[in-house]
């Protein structure tokens, strides 16, 4: 799905530097998400914004913090990464339902790796 | 928050065979159901879904079926093709909040 795209798709990098991940969205959804996907432990969600003004913690904020700098965009950040951050990490957009849930569309992943 | 916990972690079938995948849910709150398909290499999709006023629904050779009750909901796959052999997530989401919770995946084998 092209409409969801993330920017880098592979990262390599060293403990305590500072990443950034962006996701873009040509769907004009409102919601975006950002997931991290971990063998055997599924996708966990980091944060949420459900438009430019809003951001919230999902499961597992600690070490991340987000951006949503315009409806399409939406950005995550690793203040100081380390080790246990690699992961393949994953942006998700959705429209606003009616009634309970929606769709979630999902970028193509970035897979981070920190040393 | 909502826990969704997913089995079998793994499933091996012969072509032709059936397939399934349960999960539970624990927060009775939940009222959306989707599934989602994630091929080698590739991102989630959504494959079906379910919302809590309905008990199953069909899409071919896929359908899903929910007991509110019991707090659980299950992917069944008929007629198993090569093809379908991918990671498989159910999900949980809360009407107010759209936050998805879930499981940890099934990877689903089918064997020519």
């Known amino acids: 799905d092209a409409d969801v795209t993330q920017t880098p798709r592979n990262r390599i990098t060293k403990t305590g530097k500072r990443i950034m991940l962006e996701c873009s969205q040509t769907?004009?959804?409102?919601?975006m998400y950002w997931y991290r996907q971990d063998p055997g432990l599924g996708l966990r969600l980091i944060y949420y914004?459900?438009?430019?003004?809003?951001?919230n913690k999902g499961e597992i904020s600690d070490g991340y913090s987000v951006s949503r700098q315009a409806q399409a965009k939406f950005s995550l950040s690793l203040e100081s990464a380390i080790p246990n951050q690699t992961a393949l990490y994953f942006c998700?957009?959705?429209?606003?339902?009616?009634?309970?849930?929606?769709?979630?569309?999902f970028g193509p992943g970035t897979r981070l790796t920190v040393l | 928050g909502e826990n969704v916990e997913q089995h079998p972690s793994t499933l091996s079938v012969q072509e032709g065979d059936s397939a399934v995948i349960k999960c539970t849910y624990s927060?009775?709150?939940?009222?959306?159901f989707p599934w989602y398909k994630q091929e080698l290499g590739k991102r989630p999709q959504l494959i079906i879904d379910?919302?809590?006023?309905?008990g199953e629904k069909k899409d071919q050779r896929i359908a899903v079926t929910l007991n509110k009750t019991a707090k659980h909901f299950s992917l069944h796959i008929t007629e198993t093709q090569p093809e379908d052999s991918a990671v498989y997530f159910c999900?949980?989401?809360?009407?107010?909040?759209?936050?998805?919770?879930f499981g940890t995946g099934t990877s689903l084998t089918v064997i020519p």
């Open positions: 998700a957009t959705s429209d606003r339902g009616v009634g309970a849930g929606d769709t979630q569309y």
């Open positions: 769907k004009g959804h409102d919601r």
């Open positions: 914004s459900f438009d430019v003004k809003d951001i």
């Open positions: 927060d009775s709150a939940s009222n959306y």
């Open positions: 379910i919302r809590s006023n309905v």
């Open positions: 999900a949980a989401s809360l009407n107010t909040g759209n936050q998805f919770y």
